[in-house]
């Protein structure tokens, strides 16, 4: 008798493909050992408590955290309050009433923190702080990665144990990223008296957070077109592929769900796709040993700038050298992945930010790219000069369907089989030969 079987073996099977599901979702091929870790060091010990400093880190190459920016939370082990704090500050101060001379920064037994603004007065500021809850991709700027900031932890009544906060929570700055708990790790060291004497702090506890879509529960947010110089026709975004527009076919502004906090509204230039961001490829030119394309990125959101945008893009091409003209890049270090991945960014005062759109046009930036042939592998028939997947800010954009691709023209159109009579033919002719064989 099996052990497992019949309806017993259900819920089994259903708690098994939810986790196998939730683990395929958080792990990224493309960027297999990104995370965001939190770092929490006791740096001094206080009369009734001690000194701390968090930093944020974002280890995600491509990934970052945009307005409104990172929320940080936690739940006290114990009855422990923040005295004061440096570069960030807590949201609410809580019930302090049992305080009488000295009222602390936040009583919250459940805290959240957030980032200072740029313009923050400098007594209030420290190394690493005051982004507006912004960090930058590692892959794109990473001095901009992390952010820190310092608080005066007291209220444990002699207790020089300290306790971790527990059930950590990100938000960047919608839901979606996973928190383990904090572990202790070996205590942070730096370097002084310049660089021959290291110290270390009392302590040191760290947790690595993860993003989901699943969790994030974001609807797409951009959609792939396709042409070529030797179709006429353009491949365009798939119908409805952020949503369907009413419909009112003479409106010019339709309402779209946000992608970042699904309670909010986005508004949109009406189009037949619905997103916010539309990535044309178009094969350009064809050359003895290059091959040119054209990248464009357009924004039909109108009332929403991308700043720092980014554009990641799956091709077996980027395995040759590639000149790109107009946008910074640089090549991802993936995991099972075919093919080569390249990642896309905007130059500093000149196309990092991609503007909203308007009325009566997009706002968009474009770039072209020169790209060496592989004369072993390079083709423009069966779809092979098209992107494979395409992403836009880390999140991935919905493609044409292969069989709606431009074709060449002497290939199979899209409304008519390729030599449709043949292949009956030579049907016929194999299902002659099978029966006689089988009467022989």
């Known amino acids: 008798m099996d052990l497992i079987s019949g309806p017993a073996c259900f819920p089994l099977m259903l708690v098994l493909i939810i986790t196998m599901f939730n683990l395929s979702d958080c792990y990224d091929p493309l960027d297999p050992i990104g995370n965001i870790s939190v770092t929490y060091d006791i740096v001094r010990w206080t009369e009734d408590g001690y000194q701390a400093r968090i930093t944020i880190q974002n280890y995600y190459k491509y990934r970052h955290i945009d307005k409104q920016g990172w929320e940080l939370g936690w739940t006290w082990a114990a009855n422990e309050v923040i005295w004061s704090m440096s570069g960030a500050f807590a949201t609410q101060q809580g019930n302090c009433s049992a305080f009488k001379s000295e009222i602390p920064h936040c009583c919250k037994k459940n805290p959240i923190i957030v980032d200072l603004a740029p313009e923050a007065p400098p007594e209030k500021r420290l190394d690493g702080c005051c982004h507006g809850g912004l960090l930058a991709a590692s892959a794109i700027n990473p001095s901009n990665s992390f952010a820190s900031f310092e608080m005066k932890v007291g209220n444990i009544r002699g207790n020089y144990t300290a306790h971790k906060p527990l059930n950590l929570t990100l938000m960047a700055p919608g839901p979606g990223y996973t928190c383990d708990e904090f572990i202790d790790i070996d205590p942070t060291t730096s370097l002084v008296i310049e660089g021959q004497r290291q110290e270390q702090v009392i302590r040191t506890w760290k947790s690595t957070c993860t993003y989901s879509t699943f969790l994030a529960n974001n609807s797409p947010t951009c959609c792939v077109s396709l042409s070529t110089f030797y179709n006429p026709e353009v491949t365009p975004c798939n119908l409805c592929s952020c949503g369907c527009k009413l419909a009112d076919n003479e409106a010019k502004s339709c309402i779209g769900q946000s992608s970042s906090l699904p309670y909010e509204r986005e508004l949109l230039q009406c189009t037949d796709h619905m997103c916010p961001i539309r990535v044309h490829w178009h094969i350009k030119k064809n050359y003895r040993k290059y091959w040119r394309v054209k990248l464009t990125v357009s924004n039909y959101n109108l009332d929403k700038n991308y700043s720092n945008w980014n554009l990641v893009v799956q091709h077996p091409g980027f395995s040759q050298q590639a000149t790109v003209f107009s946008f910074n890049n640089t090549m991802l270090s993936t995991v099972g992945v075919p093919d080569e991945v390249a990642l896309f960014w905007g130059l500093d005062f000149y196309n990092d930010a991609l503007l909203q759109?308007?009325?009566?046009?997009?706002?968009?930036?474009?770039?072209?790219?020169?790209?060496?042939?592989?004369?072993?592998?390079?083709?423009?028939?069966?779809?092979?000069?098209?992107?494979?997947?395409?992403?836009?800010?880390?999140?991935?954009?919905?493609?044409?369907?292969?069989?709606?691709?431009?074709?060449?023209?002497?290939?199979?159109?899209?409304?008519?089989?390729?030599n449709s009579h043949l292949s009956v033919l030579l049907l016929s002719i194999y299902l002659t030969y099978k029966t006689l064989n089988f009467w022989s």
Do not use: H
């Open 357 to 418: 759109a308007e009325e009566k046009q997009v706002g968009s930036v474009t770039t072209e790219i020169l790209l060496l042939k592989d004369m072993t592998s390079f083709t423009l028939s069966n779809g092979w000069a098209f992107p494979r997947r395409i992403y836009f800010n880390g999140e991935n954009c919905e493609m044409p369907l292969p069989q709606t691709f431009p074709m060449l023209p002497n290939g199979c159109s899209r409304e008519k089989p390729c």
